[in-house]
Antibody
Framework: QVQLQESGPGLVRPSQTLSLTCTVSGVSVTSDNSYWSWIRQPAGRELEWIGRIYIRGTAKYNPSLTSRVTISADTSKNQFSLKLKSVTAADTAVYYC???????????????????WGHGTLVTVSS | SSDLIQPPSVSVSPGQTASITCFGDNLGEKYVSWYQQRPGQSPVLVISQDIKRPSGIPERFSGSNSGNTATLTISGAQPMDEADYYCQAWDSDTALFGSGTKVTVL
């Protein structure tokens, strides 16, 4: 059974860097058939995709956030992490980590669905 | 704002059918997934690849996708189906989410 759990500070000061970690169990983050993704949701608003990492490839980010975001992985701990720099109040949200399954497509593969999600963690940006 | 447009709300009586639409340019050329999010909970995948139900998802959930519109149908809606629903597709390896639809069962 695949499980994901977010962890990190619940309060971040404006202009500082938001850092979160997702601990994965039930599957290795080095799995060939998975992307590892971050998504956020401001209160009462829709879901926003932040980005993803594939252990055997590069990271990919939401174009609106790419200048501030870094997603990385620690295979020894079976974790992946999010760093979002220069935060403002607009970055206040519940942050989710999720596993994206991959499906075969022609001679390669493509992302399918966000099959498993963590419970989410609220991060507030405030002084 | 979202690239995938959904109606803000849909109401349905218990036992009746609810249809939730998701509109996007040439959406029928992409695979669409649907997620259910109950209040205070994380999203749960209910449909992938337009029509596939993951294990454990009731048969009353079904999907379709053609042209510019994908549709999630709940046949015989139950009170437990009251939730927000989001469509999602991939564009150039970037995930797009719909604006979300609140389904009320009453």
């Amino acid at each position: 059974q695949v499980q994901l759990q977010e962890s990190g500070p619940g309060l971040v000061r404006p202009s500082q860097t938001l850092s979160l970690t997702c601990t994965v169990s039930g599957v290795s983050v080095t799995s060939d058939n998975s992307y590892w993704s971050w998504i956020r949701q401001p209160a009462g608003r829709e879901l926003e995709w932040i980005g993803r990492i594939y252990i055997r490839g590069t990271a990919k980010y939401n174009p609106s956030l790419t200048s501030r975001v870094t997603i990385s992985a620690d295979t020894s701990k079976n974790q992946f992490s999010l760093k979002l720099k220069s935060v403002t109040a607009a970055d206040t949200a519940v942050y989710y980590c999720a596993r994206v399954t991959l499906m075969p497509l022609a001679a390669t593969f493509a992302p399918d669905a966000l099959a498993q999600w963590g419970h989410g963690t609220l991060v507030t940006v405030s002084s | 704002s979202s690239d995938l447009i959904q109606p803000p709300s849909v109401s349905v009586s218990p036992g009746q059918t609810a249809s939730i639409t998701c509109f996007g340019d040439n959406l029928g050329e992409k695979y669409v997934s649907w997620y259910q999010q109950r209040p205070g909970q994380s999203p749960v995948l209910v449909i992938s690849q337009d029509i596939k139900r993951p294990s454990g998802i009731p048969e009353r959930f079904s999907g379709s996708n053609s042209g510019n519109t994908a549709t999630l149908t709940i046949s015989g809606a139950q009170p437990m189906d009251e939730a927000d629903y989001y469509c999602q597709a991939w564009d150039s390896d970037t995930a797009l989410f719909g604006s979300g639809t609140k389904v009320t069962v009453l």
